[in-house]
């Protein structure tokens, strides 16, 4: 059996446009819901942070130097702090520091 992955516009044209649209408000849903401190790893460049509820305290984990570099910037205009370098492997933090997490579409 044959595996591929495919684009999320290739599942559009292909008629599974519902499941996009599924895992949108399912998203949306289970970010906003969060509370407390929370840690996204692997943040990229801040796509999440208006799914978030207001008042949250953020951490953002980001292993490339560029989106943290872009990241810092767009978390700072939207009030969210800290980002740290770091990867989901070894989380530069201690055990007890976060309430949430959120950690999807993380590709190697």
Same mark, same amino acid.
């Given at each position: 059996?044959?595996?591929?992955?495919?684009?999320?516009?290739?599942?559009?044209?292909?008629? +599974? $446009?519902?499941?996009?649209?599924?895992?949108?408000?399912?998203?949306?849903?289970?970010?906003?819901?969060?509370?407390?401190?929370?840690?996204?790893?692997?943040?990229?460049?801040?796509?999440?942070?208006?799914?978030?509820?207001? $008042?949250?305290?953020?951490?953002?984990?980001?292993?490339?130097? $560029?989106?943290? +570099? +872009?990241?810092?910037?767009?978390?700072?205009?939207?009030?969210?702090?800290?980002?740290?370098?770091?990867?989901?492997?070894?989380?530069?933090?201690? %055990? %007890?520091?976060?309430?949430?997490?959120?950690?999807?579409?993380?590709?190697?």
């Amino acid at each position: 059996m044959r595996t591929e992955l495919i684009s999320p516009d290739a599942a559009m044209s292909a008629g +599974r $446009g519902s499941d996009m649209v599924a895992y949108a408000v399912c998203k949306r849903a289970v970010l906003g819901s969060l509370g407390g401190i929370v840690l996204e790893i692997g943040a990229g460049a801040g796509a999440n942070f208006g799914l978030f509820t207001p $008042g949250i305290d953020w951490i953002g984990l980001e292993p490339d130097s $560029g989106a943290r +570099r +872009r990241l810092a910037t767009a978390a700072a205009c939207g009030r969210f702090r800290p980002v740290i370098a770091g990867v989901a492997e070894r989380i530069p933090l201690p %055990d %007890d520091r976060a309430t949430g997490l959120r950690a999807v579409q993380l590709f190697p």
